[in-house]
């Protein structure tokens, strides 16, 4: 009769129940990182007696409707910016405007929602007044309604236009790898380390 040898798997069984909960709280952690976001926001060069009238100046005494944003208030009255900025556009009357009143109690958030607005409603012409009021002032982009259409000659003719490019698995895979974080290479290496241990485990409970 052939005896049979029970094989206790501990190395194994460490990591079968270790490796998820440490994936799942560095990668828990990993998740609820915060994303840092920045504001991109262009700033001209100092104004001279020879470039005075280059930026905003030329453009201070057109016809704007006040707005005045109360402190942190933006956010809530977004839609009705969106439709005045709509307003205007579909207004299209030259030089005129949005002036949108902020003053030393508005926030970061005031700030950034007017100027998520402004994208919302796919207005383009704005600046901020750093000069003399800090004011944020939405332009009017006129368009000449009888303006001709200029006709272009062919712009992608006689070019080479290739296909999309489509990742394979092994391109797919590499990407992956690349956006792991640091702590998924240290429970890797971990892991074939009980790997390893628990073969040799095995091997001797065999010979033995």
Known sequence: MISRKRIFYVPGLISALLIPVLFWYFGNRKINEPIPNVMDFGLPAKLTKENHNDYFEAFRNWNYQKIIVQPNSAKSNSAFYVSKLKELQKSNEKKTGIEFILNDYNTYGDFASLLNDMA??????????LDKTGHLFALTNYQDPNAKEIEYDC????????????????GNAQFFIKQLPKEAFYLIFGFLIFLNISMFSIKERFLN
């Open 120 to 129: 919302i409603a796919k207005h383009e012409t704005y600046g901020l007044d």
């Open 155 to 170: 712009l992608l003719c006689n070019d080479v236009i290739r296909d999309e490019y489509k990742p394979t698995f092994i």
